[in-house]
């Protein structure tokens, strides 16, 4: 291998600079060499459908350079000479077409194989970053709308935590409140009542028999004025650690997180109960965050309650909009406690970055939130936070999602509904397939569909739920990319799982060279869903890669081409099933060696 390729080997787990990083070094190089002054410049590089890359520095940097487009791209491509480049020509304006040696495409294809991190490198460097995701309510059923925050913040923490960021994932769980005085008094005046896990029948969680006996409560609280003063006082005996009053909390937040496990395990999310940080646990800070607050001279008082005026959020009428520290009785809400959470991620956890994976309609209360504690000092310059936000999810009619009787859907319901369709779309394609592999891979192809259908989507946008098109073999689903995935993986069994054998020599074919190129391109990728917080990017990735798969497998023969031909397309097959199934690991995803 050549001094040339040689830049591209990797050793176990070492990056792998992508050919197109090499190129526009090359292309830097040159600009820098034909007009000193602009050291510096954006090369201007991108993937081309008419060479291997293209780089359009010379219509950027022309005005600049007094020169026309034509004659700086003709300077440049005669500075391009040798180095990661075999070929170079001008086009059009001043377009140039860069082709790279054939060595070099097969150098990259052997050196990811190498390389136990597929050549990606680790850019985060250790940074600790907070995740904080899912945030569902205890006593109560996890819906329809916990499942982009969870779905998206866990393919976010898998991704970043791969990039080499140090991720502490945070279940900001609601586990505190005047909601939890109701439901216990009710509990305890009603002994009766079933709740615990091991007293109910099939089918049926404690949190949804806690979230119905709530509703019930709250139906006497708001008919009943003596059980509400019951309720009331039971609320202080929280506050003030009633030992009976705590016990019964604990065992409602227990058996809660019990019923969150089995969705969290069904979806494969990676929060655990140690990652669960509620409500409660803010409770004993919030006093001393208001004190420091308050000595800041940043809280002041307003009609009895105490508030720090916004410096640049206005309301209607012209007015500062407030951000609630202390309430008129003494009380504190969602201002106080994200604000105590803020001042102990990065006093107590040492977190350079903090991440909110949250609706869309909290973008307001978190840039407020974020402004106060930059104003007080918490976030400094060195210091990241960043509300992540998310649409929503909608039905078939375009309305935000609901059951037919206009209801909450239960997250449980949708996700056996997505499982059913995808059961029925693998026994058509599959009829002789045994029972139990059909349930495991209808699992596995369900969960996935509904992951992959909320991640290809812009995080930004609504999307509609539709299982059906979810579930479907063609497109772009997640069905379809773990079939692409069993089809490699099919292919490499039938050659024996060879060990990669990759000949530089070989001249590739384009279908060849167009998949190798794709494959380069999975490092970039995954820096750019670090930089830009959005997975929707290796979704159509991944999507791309299926394609470009399919694309080489019916142009090449594989199994029955003569060597060293067959070797470097095997090659291609490994690289392929390694990158796809680590991608859809990254979003979650199971990738099945069998469909």
């Known amino acids: ?105 097969w150098g990259q294809v052997a050196a990811r194989l190498r390389s136990t991190r597929l050549g990606v490198g680790s850019p985060d460097d250790g940074r600790r970053t907070v995740v904080d995701y899912s945030a569902p309510n205890i006593a109560k059923e996890m819906h329809v709308g916990h499942l982009r925050t969870t779905i998206i913040g866990d393919s976010l923490a898998r991704v970043l935590g791969f990039l080499g960021a140090d991720v502490i994932r945070q279940n900001h769980l609601g586990d505190w409140g005047t909601q939890f005085g109701m439901l216990i008094q009710y509990l305890d005046e009603h002994p009766a009542a079933a709740w615990h896990s091991d007293e109910l029948s099939a089918g049926i969680s404690a949190v949804s028999a806690l979230d119905e006996l709530y509703k019930t409560a709250r139906a006497e609280f708001d008919a009943d004025p003596a059980f509400a003063d019951r ?65 800041a001279g940043l809280a002041a008082g307003s009609e009895g309650a105490l508030v720090i005026f916004s410096e640049e959020v206005a309301g209607p009428d012209g007015k500062p909009v407030p951000l609630m520290v202390r309430k008129r009785d003494g009380g504190y809400g969602y201002d106080t406690t994200d604000l105590a959470t803020i001042r102990y991620r990065v006093h107590d956890l040492k977190a350079a970055r903090l991440l909110y994976v949250t609706d869309s309609r909290q973008a307001l209360h978190f840039r407020m939130v974020f402004a106060a504690a930059r104003r007080m000092g918490w976030l400094t310059d060195g210091l990241e936070a960043e509300h992540v936000p998310f649409g929503t ?95 490699i993986r099919s292919i490499l069994r039938k050659a024996g799982d060879p060990e990669a054998a990759v000949d530089p020599g070989v001249a590739p074919e384009p279908a060849e060279r167009a998949l190798a190129l794709e494959l380069d391109g999975y490092g970039a990728t995954l820096a750019e869903v670090g930089a830009t917080l959005e997975p929707h990017r290796l979704c159509g990735y991944l999507y791309e890669l299926a394609r470009d798969f399919t694309a080489f497998y019916e142009s090449c023969r594989v199994l029955d081409a003569a060597e060293p031909v067959r070797g470097n397309r095997l090659a291609l097959c490994q690289l392929t099933a390694r990158t796809l199934g680590h991608g859809l690991s990254l979003l979650g995803i199971t990738a099945p060696e069998r469909m």
Not at 3 to 15: A, I, L, P
Not at 422 to 442: H, S, T
């Open 231 to 295: 309720s009331r006082r039971r609320v202080v005996d929280l506050q003030s650690g009633d030992p009976a009053t705590l016990a019964m909390w604990k065992e409602i937040v227990a058996e809660s997180e019990k019923a969150f496990r089995v969705i969290y395990d069904r979806l494969g999310v990676l929060l655990r109960p140690e990652d669960s940080v509620g409500e409660s646990f803010y409770n004993p800070l919030l006093a001393d965050t208001v004190d420091e607050l308050v000595r």
């Open 1 to 105: 291998m050549g001094d040339d390729e040689g830049r591209t080997v990797s050793v176990s787990n070492h990056e792998v600079l992508p050919l197109l990083g090499q190129v526009a070094e090359a292309v830097s190089g040159a600009i820098g060499w034909a007009r000193p002054a602009l050291v510096g410049a954006d090369p201007v590089v991108r993937r081309s459908e008419h060479a291997d890359f293209q780089a359009n520095a010379a219509l950027a940097l022309a005005r600049r350079a007094r020169a026309r487009p034509a004659d700086l791209a003709a300077d440049l491509a005669a500075a391009l000479d040798g180095g990661p480049i075999e070929a170079v020509e001008v086009s059009g304006p001043g377009f140039l077409n860069i082709r790279v040696p054939d060595a070099s495409i």
């Open 393 to 487: 999810v909608l039905g078939k009619d375009g309305r935000p999602f609901r059951t037919r009787a206009g209801g909450t859907v239960r997250l449980m319901d949708l996700l056996d509904e997505a499982v059913a369709r995808a059961r029925a779309v693998v026994a058509e394609k599959n009829p002789e397939l045994p029972a139990a592999d059909l349930d495991q891979i209808a699992e596995l192809a369900g969960i996935g569909a509904v992951k992959y259908a909320d991640l290809a989507t812009s995080r930004l946008k609504d999307y509609v739920f539709d299982p059906d098109r979810m579930v479907s073999l063609n497109g772009n689903t997640g069905v379809y990319l773990q079939y692409a995935h069993a089809r």
